[in-house]
């Protein structure tokens, strides 16, 4: 079955980085598109970062542009989130999503048809 398993959140202070994995298994990885979602105390989820199957094209929430970037290794069926300069507003806790698709970064949460468990991260001012 498709598993998503999430690591790297923790406590950091502002200013600081994180990087965030998603090991996926039980389908073939490389030809999905993935993304980041993150979702805050009393806030709706939002699509933090988005790449495609190659990973030759990334779409980035405007408030984490030039601070975020996401990647993957197809060989090793993960994506990654590095989180640099993090801010308070930052702190959520942060899944990692499978595209339902193969051919576009979605940006709705319900073109996902798999999740992680996700992974606090928390930034403190």
């Known amino acids: 079955q498709v598993q998503l398993v999430e690591s790297g959140g923790g406590l950091v202070q502002a200013g600081g980085s994180l990087r965030l994995a998603c090991a996926a298994s039980?389908?073939?990885?490389?030809?999905?598109?993935m993304a980041w979602f993150r979702q805050a105390p009393g806030k709706e989820r939002e699509f933090v970062s988005g790449?495609?199957?190659?990973?030759?094209?990334?779409s980035y929430l405007d408030s984490v542009k030039g601070r975020f970037t996401i990647s993957r290794d197809n060989a090793k069926n993960t994506v990654y989130l590095q989180m640099n300069s993090l801010k308070p507003e930052d702190t959520a806790v942060y899944y990692c999503?499978?595209?339902?698709?193969?051919?576009?970064?979605?940006?709705?949460?319900?073109?996902?048809?798999?999740w992680g468990q996700g992974t606090q991260v928390t930034v403190s001012s």
């Open positions: 999503a499978k595209s339902g698709g193969r051919y576009s970064i979605s940006r709705g949460e319900f073109l996902y048809d798999y």
């Open positions: 039980g389908f073939t990885f490389s030809v999905y598109p």
């Open positions: 790449i495609t199957s190659s990973g030759d094209s990334t």
